[in-house]
């Protein structure tokens, strides 16, 4: 149970969520099989194998939002339709035209659909009540977007916000850059990405590259901000840090996976360990980045 992205809400710190009627709220929206005209689904799933939609573990809760969707390429349904067209020019001698051809591609989308491969996708959403946070597991904010909508539609009140902080990570990431000095805590990986103001929005990426060199600093000069920077936490998370406060690539290193190592006597064990191990170190990565940011911008503030 270690999250790769995230996108990063702010919850009122202590919040008072009662669980067995989250519990109950999640599973009348639980995920449904596609039906056979259906396209997609979404609903929740129980995070483990037993009944339970929200799975609590020291005051932590794991959410597992769950989405079914057929796989119809556009390309198959086009490729028939117009094999059709041309079955019905040849036989009646005259040209299909646009709605004809439109009203077939529809016609073999119902056909299609019901024998269609269904494709089925877990996203995971973790809510700290204790420290206040709401983080979903997502590499794209509409992902996390369309979770947080389904939240919202099944229990009666989330006072979910997006993180804001007082600093701007576009510039805070580039004034670390020129100076070269990190926020305390943290250090400097070696990827990122610079971009240029204007229309152009010319771009420059580095991988796996020095960032102390006189290069960097010239592109910084010449008006380019960083959008994407590597960033290691207390030697303990790596992860890219975003200009509009995405978390990308969290990884987890070795010295923290091993402390979860050997301490499990079976899988539910080790799931347990894992997310208790995730939840704590996570809570305090994003502590320490938002003060690195200035502290959180307030409502109104």
């Not at 299909?96 to 529809?106: A, C, D, P, Y």
């Not at 990570?169 to 990122?192: I, K, Q, V």
């Not at 000069?221 to 200009?243: E, H, P, Q, Y």
């Amino acid at each position: 149970m270690w999250f790769r992205n995230l996108q990063v809400y702010r919850l009122p710190a202590p919040w008072n969520v009662d669980v067995a009627r989250l519990d109950e709220q999640l599973a009348g929206r639980a995920l449904q099989a596609c039906g056979s005209m259906d396209m997609q689904s979404q609903g929740w799933l129980p995070p483990r194998d037993d009944e339970r939609f929200a799975y609590v573990l020291g005051g932590q809760v794991l959410l597992a939002c769950g989405a079914e969707q057929k796989l119809l390429p556009a390309a198959v349904v086009n490729q028939i339709a117009k094999d059709r067209a041309q079955e019905i020019s040849d036989k009646e001698g005259r040209p299909v035209g646009r709605k004809e051809l439109r009203e077939l591609r529809e016609r073999v989308t119902d056909e299609l659909l019901p024998r269609a491969f269904v494709r089925r996708k877990t996203t995971w959403a973790w809510m700290d009540p204790v420290h206040g946070w709401l983080v979903v597991d997502a590499a794209a904010k509409t992902r996390a977007e369309e979770v947080l909508g389904l939240l919202l539609k099944c229990v009666d009140e989330v006072p979910a916000r997006l993180l804001k902080t007082r600093l701007s990570p576009g510039a805070s990431m580039t004034a670390w850059l020129e100076s070269g000095e990190a926020p305390a805590g943290f250090t400097l990986d070696r990827d990122l990405e610079l971009r240029a103001p204007g229309e152009e929005r010319a771009t420059v990426r580095y991988v796996r590259h020095d960032l102390e060199g006189k290069e960097i600093r010239e592109h910084i000069a010449a008006g380019k901000t960083a959008t994407r920077l590597g960033m290691t936490w207390n030697d303990r998370i790596s992860f890219v840090l975003t200009d509009d406060l995405q978390i990308k690539r969290l990884t987890f290193l070795d010295i923290l996976k091993e402390e979860s190592e050997g301490q499990a006597e079976s899988e539910e064990e080790r799931f347990q360990i894992d997310f208790a191990l995730m939840a704590g170190e996570v809570a305090k990565l994003l502590e320490g980045l938002v003060e690195a940011l200035g502290g959180e911008m307030q409502e109104g503030g």
